[in-house]
């Protein structure tokens, strides 16, 4: 019997397996982040939210519900500890924008020393639901350029940032600031709704420019809930069809892509004007632009035949609704925000979370990072923040006692595993350089 080629090959070559150049497995990517360019960003957040509820006159600070203002330090220490290098931070910009030109950054410059003295790299979340006391709300056509100028303060008191959320979850904020009628403002009208979301919108465009007069090569990574609802019917209802379509608007106008007839009707008819959706469609902001989606299980629903609307989780997932938005915008994208209110549940989401994220990245879908949300539980989100009851969500990393929950653990060993694997696979090649964004132009 002749032998084969292996055969040859092991008695003239002991020892080569093959893979001695890394051309075969490689590298597996395990091990803790380790902060590189091309890497994978594994990310916690601090929650931040600021909305206004009863008519403005209570203003709901998880900064300061959560403990935040207090436990600083053990709060970033925590995250240097997990083995995270990344983190979403927002800073309260009630608190530090105090009226035009003039800021009070006392606060801020402590925690932004601290962050880099860790070398933990902060994703800097500037509006969080809520805008300072003296702009009032949503509805004020000032909004986009005093926020402008805020975010350009922050980007040049902290050049050494890079990547921004200018404005967090436009569509929700839009929505329940004056479709909802739950923060802020308060309305119930689809005018306040869309005048909410062009001036959210506006805001961020506007930011964005600000934020490159200072770092043209900045990172702006849009967080914005991922949803979609599912009717149980025979004969589909246009208005559903138009509510699916209405959870793109934040996008499609910051992305410059336009919508359809339908709802550039329903625009039309609740106060865009044509010169203003001209603007936002003459193109999308500066910077690199990554598509951050949100998602937890109460982002789908479906529409019984009843007419009740109940709340699922995983219908279709978070990575079969970021396919979607994908393509549609073709941006790379981050998994922004997710978590569970069950912390016994929460090390099995976490888990099925990663594992929609290894799907889209099988289907050739770049993914920047993955992000729970938050470090700490939060309070009262299981009504939206509509009432100031103190209701304990066991959602975070951690309880409010700084205590590891369940979750702790398994993003621990996730990290442990998957924590140096590249944005893509064979993403050595593809790095987050340090040169400034260019003009996209599709050839």
Known sequence: MSKGFLDILKKVRPGDEGDEYGGAAGKDGSGLPDGGPAKFMFATGVECSNPTIDNGKTRRDQLDECGHYEHWREDLQLVKDLGLKV?????????????????????ADEVMREMRRLEITPILDLLHFGVPDWIGDFQNPELPVHFAEYAEAVAKRYPWVRYFTPVNEIYVTAKLSAKDGIWNEQLKTDQGFVTALKHSVAASILATHG?????????????????????AYASLSPQVALTNKQRLLSLDLLYACHPDADVFIYLSDNGLTREEYEWFMK???????????DYYGKNEKILLPSGKMIETEDVLGWYQI??????????????????HFDPEQGPTWLW???????????????????????????????TALAKKKGTVNP????????????????????????????????????EVTEMPAMLKIEV
């Open 352 to 382: 099925k979370q990663w594992i929609n994220i290894l799907r889209i990245r099988k289907m050739g879908v770049p993914v920047l990072g993955f992000t729970w949300y938050s470090l700490t539980d939060q309070l009262d989100w299981d």
């Open 211 to 231: 934020i490159a007069k200072h770092r043209p090569d900045c990172i702006i990574i849009q967080s914005e809930s991922a949803e979609y609802m599912h009717e």
């Open 87 to 107: 983190l979403r931070y927002g800073l309260p910009c009630h608190k530090i924008h105090l009226g035009k030109d003039k800021y009070d950054f006392s606060f």
């Open 283 to 293: 193109g999308e902001p500066p910077g690199y632009q990554v598509m951050g989606n």
């Open 395 to 430: 959602c975070g990393l951690y309880d409010l006692q700084r205590r590891p929950r369940p979750v702790a653990k398994a993003y621990r060993e996730l990290l442990e595993a998957f924590g140096q694997i590249t944005i893509v696979p064979r993403g050595e090649m593809f």
């Open 322 to 339: 970021t396919k979607e938005y994908y393509d549609r915008y073709r941006k790379p994208t981050m998994h922004t925000e997710t978590n």
